[in-house]
């Protein structure tokens, strides 16, 4: 089991070189970089991506050769390894140990720490203007250092999960629950090829526990007259047109709730990459007719949206 590398060790020259320096013709002389562990990893190389609105380069990495060889347990690739570390620093009641090996994650806590979020941004609306009628959640509250700590742990898997190629290695070590219910990974962990499945489970259940999404950020959309807030926006996954000509686009859009957000957001502006959780909610467009200098085309819009009312909801890398 392991994470992706930026960097590792290079049996022929003997020391440890950056991913920028390596090659697939160099494939075969390449280990783990942790000393102890010099298991025997592979140069995956950058490609292309393409979204609705723009071709980006997914950035290489180094990887297990073969999942038949493990890195050492005491190695910070690891996967299981660091599942142990962020249970051994995280509050027993969100990541728990159940077995050898083996953790629950309760996610009904962040469904509870998210509820005290959004009640706390209703209060301050409602001081902003008491003539609003805001429809408000049940009443949970949670203080404010168990919330950085539930955030914090929630922030930790989402990086661990995004360092990972799949959900086989997580699933086996997380298990993950909201109340008396069991989530599988595939209904909570998202990315931008699988936002068909995040809609549609969405809009046909009753869906009621965070979920993560990751994908590219496109933009900060400003604050105008009509809505005061900061929104996160998404690159939507490239589609065809359907038989009709309509071509369908998936949005995901997070509304920024708290200013610490923002600045984080800021601050790591030289980052693309993104994972997000939140409770999402969906919904679906008219069919639009835009015209420009390539002719006519028609879109529908399957819109995904969220908030973010911490800063530990969002993890640029």
Same mark, same amino acid.
């Given at each position: 089991? /392991?994470t992706?590398?930026?960097?590792a060790?290079? %049996?022929? &020259?003997n020391?440890i $070189?950056?991913i ?6 160099m ?7 942790? &000393?102890?562990?010099?298991?025997p ?5 950058a490609?292309?991506k393409?979204y609705a ?14 999942? &038949?060889k493990?890195?050492? +347990?005491d190695c910070?690739?690891? =996967? ?5 570390v +962020?249970a051994?620093?995280? *509050? *027993?009641?969100i990541l728990k140990?159940?077995?050898? /090996? ?6 009904? #806590?962040i469904? &509870?720490?998210?509820? %005290?979020?959004n ?7 409602e001081n ?7 429809k408000?959640? !049940?009443?949970?509250?949670v203080?404010? /250092?168990k @919330?950085d700590s539930?955030? !914090? =742990?929630?922030q930790r #898997?989402?990086?661990?999960r995004s ?6 290695e997580?699933?086996e $070590? ?13 209904q909570?962990y998202?990315v ?7 809609? %549609?489970?969405?809009?046909?259940? *009753?869906?009621t526990?965070?979920i993560?999404i990751?994908?590219?950020l496109k933009?900060i959309e ?5 809505f005061?807030y900061?929104?996160?926006? @998404? ?6 047109p359907d038989?009709?000509?309509?071509i ?7 509304i #920024?709730?708290?200013?610490n957000?923002?600045?984080? +957001?800021?601050?790591n502006a030289?980052?693309?990459n993104?994972?997000v959780?939140?409770?999402f909610?969906?919904s ?8 420009n200098q390539?002719? %006519?085309k028609?879109?529908r819009?399957l819109n995904?949206?969220g908030? @973010?009312?911490?800063?530990?909801? #969002?993890?640029l890398y």
């Open positions: 089991m /392991g992706k590398m930026p960097e060790y290079y %049996t022929k &020259e020391k $070189i950056k920028d320096y390596a090659n697939k013709a494939n075969g002389s390449f280990k783990c970089k942790t &000393e102890k562990c010099r298991v990893v592979i140069f995956v190389d490609h292309k393409k609105d723009k071709t980006v380069v997914v950035n290489p990495y180094f990887r297990l050769e073969s999942n &038949e493990s890195h050492h +347990i910070k690739y690891n =996967t299981k390894g660091q599942v142990e +962020i051994r620093e995280s *509050d *027993d009641n140990a159940i077995e050898e /090996g083996k953790y629950n994650f309760r996610l009904n #806590i469904d &509870e720490a998210l509820k %005290t979020l009640s706390s941004n209703k209060d301050e609306l902003e203007d008491p003539s609003l009628n805001l408000r959640p !049940s009443r949970v509250y203080n404010q /250092g @919330l539930y955030f !914090s =742990t929630m #898997i989402m990086q661990l360092l990972t190629e799949t959900h086989d997580l699933r $070590i997380i298990l993950l629950q909201y109340g008396k219910q069991e989530i599988k990974w595939s909570f998202y931008s090829d699988s936002l068909s499945k995040c809609y %549609t489970y969405i809009k046909r259940n *009753d869906v526990h965070p993560c990751e994908g590219v933009e400003l604050p105008s007259e009509k005061k900061h929104v996160v926006k @998404l690159r939507s996954p490239w589609v065809e038989k009709d000509g309509i369908t686009l998936l949005t995901v859009e997070l #920024i709730n708290n200013n957000v923002l600045e984080y +957001i800021q601050s030289n980052f693309k993104v994972a959780y939140s409770k909610r969906v679906e467009s008219k069919v639009y007719i835009k015209q390539t002719g %006519t028609k879109f819009y995904i949206k908030n @973010l009312y911490h800063p530990k909801q #969002i993890l």
